[in-house]
């Protein structure tokens, strides 16, 4: 079951804030967060366990709600580097060896 | 440390013409391996993956197939391309707690 992510895209200013969200129908074992460049692989960001946690590196965090099965990626003052899509990858855990991804959110930060 | 190579980087093929698409990991011993489509500005759709030699599972029906004939080596094939088989592949490996790490893609174009 493909997560939905929201919003679809989102433009910023360089030093503005944004908030890029997760939700499953299913129960979750863990989330990941990816970044991909135009016409670049994407890039692992972090990845959030079951437990319900929150992390973070820099000015990029993300939460994890179990219970709500959502998970959010938050950017604060973002950078031009921050420019790109965004994808959720979820994983049911189990036997389930693999990630469905969102369709993804283009952010866009402009000087 | 842990390396994944994807070959070729674009490939044009004309409609009908078999496709084989090659992905390697060096540094890790029996991963799981994953092979993902992107069609153009779009998410990934998770085609097929493995958790050994000779062990594949198939996402989605079509004209594709995957084969995993050494531990590191993932292979992505087809008899006959159609032109909606156009997109970017990519080949991924879990790293477990850092994620997946992706391939640098193959641009595929069916004329």
């Known amino acids: 079951q493909q997560p939905v992510q929201s919003p679809q895209a989102v433009i910023l200013r360089e030093g503005e804030d944004a908030v890029i969200n997760c939700s499953s129908s299913k129960a979750l074992y863990s989330v990941h967060w990816y970044r991909q460049k135009h016409g670049e692989a994407p890039i692992f960001l972090m990845i959030?366990?079951?437990?319900?946690e929150q992390k973070g590196h820099d000015k990029i965090s993300a939460s994890f709600n179990e219970k709500k099965q959502q998970s959010s990626l938050y950017l604060t003052a973002s950078q031009l580097s921050y420019s790109g899509t965004y994808f959720c990858g979820t994983d049911q855990g189990g036997s389930n060896y693999k990630l469905t991804f969102g369709k993804g959110t283009l952010l866009t930060v402009n000087p | 440390s842990q390396t994944i190579h994807q070959w070729p980087a674009t490939l044009v093929q004309p409609v009908g013409s078999p496709l084989s698409l090659e992905c390697t990991v060096e540094g890790t011993s029996n991963p799981n391996l994953y092979w993902y489509r992107q069609a153009a500005g779009r998410g990934l759709q998770l085609l097929f993956y493995?958790?050994?030699?000779?062990?594949i599972s198939s996402e989605v029906p079509q004209n594709l197939s995957a084969s995993r004939p050494q531990d590191r080596q993932f292979i992505l094939s087809s008899k006959k391309l159609l032109l909606s088989d156009s997109g970017f592949y990519l080949c991924?490996?879990?790293?477990?707690?850092?994620?997946?790490?992706f391939g640098s893609g193959t641009r595929l174009t069916v004329v």
């Open positions: 991924a490996w879990d790293s477990g707690g850092r994620g997946y790490t």
């Open positions: 959030l366990l079951k437990g319900g």
């Open positions: 493995s958790v050994g030699i000779g062990q």
